[in-house]
């Protein structure tokens, strides 16, 4: 990792996470009887958790780390609700037709299903889990990228990440704006109602809670970026790590 001394996109010792862990550790003493809680919640086995889920009537469970094999991560320190209904992503920047979409505009628009192994930069996998929503592709192709483009900033809604992609990636075809996870809604933990998901690379490039889109002549390096992660976040050829890309 290019011998950075930032803290990493997952360590559990930052202060970014104080909500998630109360909240974590109130789900478990709430339903978990018998779970020996070790200094890491994430140690519980699945069939805990499983049981914790099925009497959980919060849905608070999605949070736990560990779920699924998935560790609830943000950088800011609460996690951002937004209904569905109030949710709005903007379009903008070098473009013709700078637009504004609501979930069900982007409902109705082409839909993509990507079933592909989460791989955080940390070493955390979660093997073949499917995202679905638009192509990326298709809102620039719908905004009218503009001449003199060369890549896209992502703004989020938690007020505090952000990230980038070079026009060319983003037009790939695995490059998608998901409002569905595991082929449900996207919960709050997980960045919902919509997050980016670049399906090639680490997954701190896929922005929880995303907001805006603006197409800009010069790629504005995301968050992570600035604290020592490659911006090209691509699995098995970045950051020093060979992870297999499936
Ligand atoms: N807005 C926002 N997006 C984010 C992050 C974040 O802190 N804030 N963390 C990134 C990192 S490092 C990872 S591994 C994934 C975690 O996604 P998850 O919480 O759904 O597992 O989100 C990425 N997108
Ligand atoms: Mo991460």
Redesign the pocket.
Known sequence: MAGMSAPE??SDDRGGRPVGRRIVLGVLALGAAGVALGARVQDATDGALAAVAANDPTGLTGLLPGGGG???????DAIPHRFPGDYRLTVDGLVERPATYTMDQLAGMPRTRLVRDVQ?VTGWRVPQTAFTGVLLSDLLAAAGVRPGATALRFT?F?G??TESLTLEQALRPDMLVADRMRDEAITD???GPVRLYAAPMY??K????LSGITVTDHVTPGY?EERGYDIDGWVGSSNGRGDDPT
Do not use: I, L
């Open positions: 996109p997952d998935f560790r609830f991560y943000s950088v800011a955080c989020c938690d505090v990440y933990a997980h960045g997954f701190y896929s922005a929880k809670w992570w």
